[in-house]
């Protein structure tokens, strides 16, 4: 089955009993055992709800995995796979990871020992000079937020596997879509299906999946014991948000494209970062490893004030954190997702006080080009 077909008949589809054609939500904390001790394959929705599991075998199709897993949120499900590590292992990190990522390793899980060395994961030298006798995984994303750099995931899986390593790989930005990390040698792939996978800016939700039965067994574990599940009602929300994840993604492909190409003759434009574009250091390794670009395109505008008249005159973008629905969304890293990074370290990463980004929606592409324009006069 290719990606699309899965997207609308992959994993649980339908009900049985009724014939009824979406997946009923399950809005039920416990279930009538037959004898004691006897149930049938439920006892307890945080251990297994159908209509979580019904999610859960969708995003393993997706994927290319055995198993897939739903989570409250994005964090929920990067927490729970960092607790298959114990204290006193160390993890090598992309050094531009989303925010929160940042704040949940340097801040919490710092205290439980659980050690990590951010570098620059498109540069595989320096990947492998950051692993010690304690590393236990790499982590990566790709592409990043906001400056979209690329890595190279057959490299890190090379890596991984000369080490012994864990590969984990947040795909929030490609989706299972444009890329799926377990076929280029990943050992746990994770979402944050808040973003593209749900869509429409009305849930908040994680998602992971694995490929292999211990590392399966072993999530399972640490989502059932910490507890950070999906509620049947948002696990139903992402299904039906999944059934339009390949449609939505080619209109926002094709609306990025011809977003970054008005961009390209803007005068008051400087830079354009768009793994899209030849001139992107990634291009190569995205075409590679990608089937599409994604949505995400940052850009600057010259300053910080520059960037903040932008935002206050455009209509169609909305302005705020958050990206990958249907709407685009517009905003400005340095004041915004990324204020809690001291300047010099943004400096160092390259955000600068005028760049813009934008992800971009299905809106009418010429609208949206149209709307860029008078706002940047
Ligand atoms: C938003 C985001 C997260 C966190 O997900 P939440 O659903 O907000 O908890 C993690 N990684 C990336 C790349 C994100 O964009």
């Given at each position: 089955?290719?990606?699309?077909?899965?997207?609308?008949?992959?994993?649980v589809?339908?009900?049985?009993?009724?014939?009824?054609v979406?997946?009923?939500?399950?809005?039920?904390?416990?279930?009538?055992?037959?004898?004691?001790?006897?149930?049938?394959?439920y006892?307890?929705?945080?251990?297994?709800?159908?209509?979580?599991?019904?999610?859960?075998?969708?995003?393993?199709?997706?994927?290319?995995?055995?198993?897939?897993?739903?989570?409250?949120?994005?964090?929920?499900?990067?927490?729970?796979?960092?607790?298959?590590?114990?204290?006193?292992?160390?993890?090598?990190?992309?050094?531009?990871?989303?925010?929160?990522?940042y704040?949940?390793?340097?801040?919490?899980?710092?205290?439980?020992?659980?050690?990590?060395?951010y570098?620059d994961?498109?540069?595989?030298?320096?990947?492998?000079?950051?692993?010690?006798?304690n590393?236990?995984?790499?982590?990566?994303?790709?592409?990043?937020?906001?400056?979209?750099?690329?890595?190279?995931?057959?490299?890190?899986?090379?890596?991984?596997?000369?080490?012994?390593?864990?590969?984990?790989?947040?795909?929030?930005?490609?989706?299972?879509?444009?890329?799926?990390?377990?076929?280029?040698?990943?050992?746990?792939?994770?979402?944050?299906?808040?973003?593209?996978?749900?869509?429409?800016?009305?849930?908040?939700?994680?998602?992971?999946?694995?490929?292999?039965d211990k590392?399966s067994?072993?999530?399972?574990?640490?989502?059932?014991?910490?507890?950070?599940?999906?509620?049947?009602?948002?696990?139903?929300?992402?299904?039906?948000?999944?059934?339009?994840?390949?449609?939505?993604m080619?209109?926002?492909?094709?609306?990025?494209?011809?977003?970054?190409?008005?961009?390209q003759?803007?005068?008051?434009?400087?830079?354009?970062?768009y793994?899209?574009?030849?001139?992107?250091?990634?291009?190569?390794?995205?075409?590679?490893?990608?089937?599409?670009?994604?949505?995400?395109?940052?850009?600057?505008?010259?300053?910080?004030?520059?960037?903040?008249?932008?935002?206050?005159?455009?209509?169609?973008?909305?302005?705020?954190?958050?990206?990958?629905?249907v709407?685009s969304?517009?905003s400005?890293?340095?004041?915004?997702?990324?204020?809690?990074?001291?300047?010099?370290?943004?400096?160092?990463?390259?955000?600068?006080?005028?760049?813009?980004r934008?992800?971009?929606?299905?809106?009418?592409?010429?609208?949206?080009?149209?709307?860029?324009?008078?706002?940047?006069?």
């Open positions: 089955m290719r990606s699309k077909t899965k997207m609308i008949h992959g994993g589809t339908g009900d049985e009993r009724t014939g009824a979406s997946v009923p939500i399950y809005q039920v904390s416990t279930y009538k055992q037959d004898a004691v001790g006897k149930h049938r394959g006892e307890y929705s945080r251990t297994g709800n159908p209509t979580r599991e019904a999610l859960e075998s969708v995003i393993a199709e997706l994927e290319n995995g055995n198993s897939g897993f739903a989570f409250g949120s994005g964090m929920a499900a990067i927490t729970s796979i960092m607790m298959l590590f114990n204290s006193g292992d160390h993890v090598v990190m992309t050094d531009d990871v989303y925010g929160g990522t704040r949940l390793v340097t801040n919490v899980l710092d205290r439980f020992n659980l050690n990590h060395t570098t994961t498109s540069k595989p030298k320096e990947v492998e000079a950051a692993i010690n006798e590393t236990k995984a790499l982590y990566i994303e790709t592409p990043t937020n906001p400056l979209l750099k690329i890595t190279d995931l057959n490299k890190m899986a090379e890596i991984a596997k000369k080490h012994n390593l864990l590969l984990i790989v947040d795909n929030t930005f490609a989706t299972p879509y444009w890329q799926q990390p377990l076929d280029l040698g990943a050992d746990i792939v994770l979402h944050s299906a808040t973003k593209y996978i749900g869509g429409h800016s009305d849930v908040v939700a994680g998602l992971a999946a694995v490929n292999s590392l067994g072993d999530l399972h574990f640490i989502q059932n014991s910490a507890g950070g599940v999906l509620g049947p009602q948002d696990s139903w929300l992402l299904m039906r948000g999944i059934k339009t994840l390949a449609l939505r080619e209109a926002i492909e094709h609306n990025t494209a011809k977003l970054v190409e008005f961009l003759k803007h005068e008051k434009v400087t830079n354009i970062y793994p899209g574009l030849e001139s992107h250091a990634g291009h190569e390794t995205a075409k590679q490893q990608a089937t599409g670009f994604g949505g995400m395109v940052s850009f600057d505008v010259g300053s910080g004030e520059e960037a903040e008249k932008v935002l206050s005159r455009v209509q169609y973008y909305t302005l705020a954190e958050s990206l990958g629905a709407e969304l517009i400005v890293p340095a004041k915004m997702t990324h204020a809690s990074i001291p300047a010099d370290r943004r400096a160092e990463l390259g955000i600068t006080d005028g760049l813009i934008v992800s971009v929606g299905i809106e009418d592409a010429d609208d949206l080009i149209e709307d860029l324009e008078q706002a940047l006069k």
